[in-house]
DNA sequence: GCGTTCGTTTAGAATGTACTGAACGTTAGG
DNA sequence: CCTAACGTTCAGTACATTCTAAACGAACGC
């Protein structure tokens, strides 16, 4: 049987995510749960729409539920949970690059220290680099915040 | 024989670039070329130093050159080349990080269009999302400028 | 024109990763 | 208490990646 339309978005999405750090799977299920209707899925429907393994969507759910991307609600009547995606999530996730550039700021300050002289020709390389990260650090949480007051604050939406 | 902190130092940025997406051994390269002295080297030269074989250098090189990270210069006197990071090297790195952002864009536009009604509000989850991620690829341009005009041109540098 | 040095390419080995399947708690209803 | 539904954990396997080593090509000095 040919995959549906869905299901093969869901697969897109879980290997760009996979080309960003996560696993297929994983990117597969926030694929999923960003287009599917009902738009809060029971563990049993994500594997089986997906045709994952019970283990893989269980522990796959914990680390995008520790990333923030999705959450947890009780099932209301049935007894177990619904997994839906977090209304704010790929902007959770776009929000967290900040902390790679933070990293490699920290990267570029190690190395000057290891030079004799920071101040030397053979440094500029990493002035340059440790600065740029250091501007960059500093301005995208204002961009954020920026997107925030504009969009989400004017539409008057909210993440619960 | 204990490592010199430089080898260490290289081998740390292989670990962070790798984490990237670069290989480890081709991060490392470009860690040791942040640092190296003197800072152009030849192939033979790298790969002693670096404990790595002539064919991860060769092919390493040629991808970071690609990239833009790293050059080849001839070297004068003796025959064939010789390697050198560009000055810019990690902030052609990181300006690279907006394409990302213009390819999850994509991905919300073609979740929302899977979806029957655009405007509904389960399509709200990518909508938001679509959003913002505009915002961003059409923002962090300006910033990288910003920082060319107010770090570079004030400091009269170049990329050769 | 040969030998040597420099660089490239490729097959293969070693290593690491992602996912499954099955065994194991846990909770709730009958 | 027993059974069944639900979820978690983990060992194992299949797969992909990364690096090496060795064969190959190209350029220069003699």
Redesign the interface.
Known sequence: MEPS??RR?AE??GV?LA???MTPAYGKLL?WL??C?P?SQSLAQLSGSLGLSKGSVSTGMRVLDRLGLVRRVAAPGTRGHVYE?T?????EL?SR?GE??A??RA??E??LA??DDEDSP?A???R??R???A??ER?VPK?LE??RSE??RREG?GDG
């Open positions: 339309r869905e978005y897109e999405v760009k080309s960003l750090g694929g960003l287009i209707d738009p995606v209304p704010n999530a790929l902007i776009g690059a790679q550039y990293a490699i990267l570029m190690r190395g290891l030079l053979r500029e390389r990493l340059v680099s600065d740029f990260y501007f960059i301005e961009l920026q997107f969009y989400l939406k």
